[in-house]
């Protein structure tokens, strides 16, 4: 399987990196660190010599309760690092579910849409589409970070989850995009308990045929199951998620802690994987 990133090709036989670098002030494990242009591509290039096969800029939170931040600061905190990054030459892809600024970015040279919505709003595939850009579309039961933990009710949530991507997919595919990235989701309206079911279950999405990216990345999930408190110190419990998740079929793991991942996956995929570049 290979990931078209309008001129770049990433191959996707194994798993792949996406180094999280959010310009944001209020991100719940990095936020306000890389702010200005500069720090924003001082931290890239450091993701980049950590072993990233790609970047997501993000200007907007997400986390539970975040509230929306206006098209106008979200396009102040994205333009600027977007074009200071994107001469590193790495993938770049843009955290965002308003399509005028995907539409922007896509203009600017990004690579990749990464729409934390669920494709509420189906402008952004049309935006995808007519820039041959790829779009990740992740579960969410609702879009608004302020009341998606109230819809984290599901009688099974693995079905649910699989039945929500598959229509949001061919959704987009029906608007012209022409490669879909699946995404479950982690912690947008769910419980740890329904997290965990999901990693369990991730064979039933990667069945759907279309890449899966997984983000468990400093989450709260990994909080509570390791009893480690700050998040920026639950580098072990992520790369345990996402070993779990490459297992399941998992192949774009986005993370913060590019080179603890990089090194667990080379003595994972030595052993699990069965590529031509086994050991
Ligand atoms: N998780 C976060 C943000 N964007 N995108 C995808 N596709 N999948 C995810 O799981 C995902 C995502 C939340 O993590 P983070 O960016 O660290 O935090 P915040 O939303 O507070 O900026």
């Given at each position: 399987?290979t990931l078209e990133?309008?001129?770049?090709r990433?191959?996707l036989?194994r798993p792949?990196?996406?180094?999280?670098?959010?310009?944001?002030?209020?991100?719940f494990?990095d936020?306000g660190r890389?702010?200005?242009?500069?720090?924003?591509?001082a931290?890239?290039q450091?993701?980049k010599e950590?072993g990233?096969?790609?970047?997501?800029l993000?200007?907007?939170?997400t986390?539970p309760g975040?509230?929306?931040v206006?098209l106008?600061?979200?396009?102040r905190?994205?333009l600027?690092?977007l074009e200071?990054?994107?001469?590193?030459?790495?993938?770049v892809?843009?955290d965002?579910?308003?399509?005028?600024?995907?539409?922007e970015?896509?203009r600017m040279?990004?690579?990749?849409?990464n729409?934390?919505s669920g494709?509420?709003?189906?402008?952004m595939a049309?935006?995808?589409?007519?820039?041959?850009?790829?779009?990740v579309?992740?579960h969410?039961?609702?879009?608004?970070?302020?009341?998606?933990?109230?819809?984290a009710?599901?009688?099974d949530v693995?079905?649910?989850?699989r039945?929500?991507?598959?229509?949001r997919?061919?959704?987009?595919?029906?608007?012209g995009?022409?490669?879909?990235?699946?995404?479950p989701?982690?912690g947008?309206g769910?419980?740890?308990?329904?997290n965990l079911?999901?990693?369990?279950?991730?064979?039933?999405?990667?069945?759907l045929?279309?890449p899966?990216l997984v983000?468990a990345?400093r989450?709260?999930?990994?909080?509570?199951?390791?009893?480690?408190?700050?998040?920026?110190?639950?580098v072990?419990?992520?790369?345990g998620?996402?070993?779990?998740a490459?297992?399941?079929?998992?192949?774009?793991?986005?993370v913060?802690?590019?080179?603890?991942?990089?090194?667990?996956?080379?003595?994972?995929?030595a052993?699990?994987?069965d590529?031509?570049?086994r050991?």
């Amino acid at each position: 399987m290979t990931l078209e990133l309008r001129g770049q090709r990433l191959d996707l036989s194994r798993p792949r990196l996406m180094g999280v670098l959010n310009l944001t002030p209020d991100s719940f494990s990095d936020g306000g660190r890389f702010l200005s242009p500069e720090a924003a591509l001082a931290r890239a290039q450091a993701l980049k010599e950590e072993g990233a096969d790609l970047l997501d800029l993000g200007a907007e939170s997400t986390r539970p309760g975040a509230a929306p931040v206006p098209l106008a600061e979200e396009r102040r905190r994205l333009l600027p690092a977007l074009e200071a990054v994107l001469p590193l030459g790495l993938p770049v892809s843009v955290d965002t579910r308003k399509p005028e600024l995907a539409e922007e970015a896509l203009r600017m040279g990004a690579h990749l849409i990464n729409d934390t919505s669920g494709l509420a709003d189906p402008r952004m595939a049309e935006v995808a589409a007519r820039h041959r850009a790829p779009l990740v579309v992740m579960h969410t039961p609702d879009p608004d970070p302020r009341r998606m933990m109230d819809a984290a009710r599901y009688l099974d949530v693995v079905t649910e989850v699989r039945a929500f991507l598959l229509q949001r997919a061919r959704r987009a595919e029906r608007l012209g995009v022409g490669q879909v990235v699946l995404d479950p989701g982690l912690g947008f309206g769910k419980t740890a308990r329904q997290n965990l079911a999901l990693l369990r279950g991730l064979g039933a999405l990667a069945g759907l045929g279309y890449p899966l990216l997984v983000g468990a990345s400093r989450k709260r999930t990994i909080g509570e199951l390791t009893g480690v408190e700050n998040p920026a110190a639950r580098v072990c419990g992520s790369v345990g998620a996402h070993l779990a998740a490459a297992r399941r079929g998992a192949r774009l793991l986005r993370v913060h802690d590019v080179a603890a991942h990089r090194e667990a996956l080379a003595v994972f995929w030595a052993v699990e994987g069965d590529g031509p570049d086994r050991p």
